[in-house]
Nanobody, 115 residues
Framework: VQLQASGGGLVQPGGSLRLSCVVSGSASSINTLAWYRQAPGKQRELVATITSGGSTYYVGSVKGRFTISRDNAKNTVYLQVNSLKPEDTAVYYC??????????WGQGTLVTVSS
């Protein structure tokens, strides 16, 4: 299983980005996709998850600003990030967890929020 994340970049405070992560090589239709982030000098933290049934979860600091979605036909998970703050600066990683609980990670995409 391989994951390819993209969509990061430099954005001003208050701006938006859409992150994408394409999953290939898995036949597990029952799965969970997630976005994590790791800021400089900090531990990786969960941002949002979405199950194959469409149920979502968000960490409190991003609720109302970030939206996770998935397109099963394209094997892609998205993270729409709005109203960005400097503290959102981090490398964002996608994770795929299959039916058996095996986890796979993408390589990360850097989001920098700065004026």
């Amino acid at each position: 299983v391989q994951l390819q994340a993209s969509g990061g970049g430099l954005v001003q405070p208050g701006g938006s980005l859409r992150l994408s992560c394409v999953v290939s090589g898995s036949a597990s239709s029952i799965n969970t996709l997630a976005w994590y982030r790791q800021a400089p000098g900090k531990q990786r933290e969960l941002v949002a998850t979405i199950t194959s049934g469409g149920s979502t979860y968000y960490v409190g600091s991003v609720k109302g600003r970030f939206t996770i979605s998935r397109d099963n036909a394209k094997n892609t998970v998205y993270l729409q990030v709005n109203s960005l703050k400097p503290e959102d600066t981090a490398v964002y990683y996608c994770k795929f967890t299959d039916y058996y609980g095996t986890e796979y990670w993408g390589q990360g995409t850097l989001v920098t929020v700065s004026s």
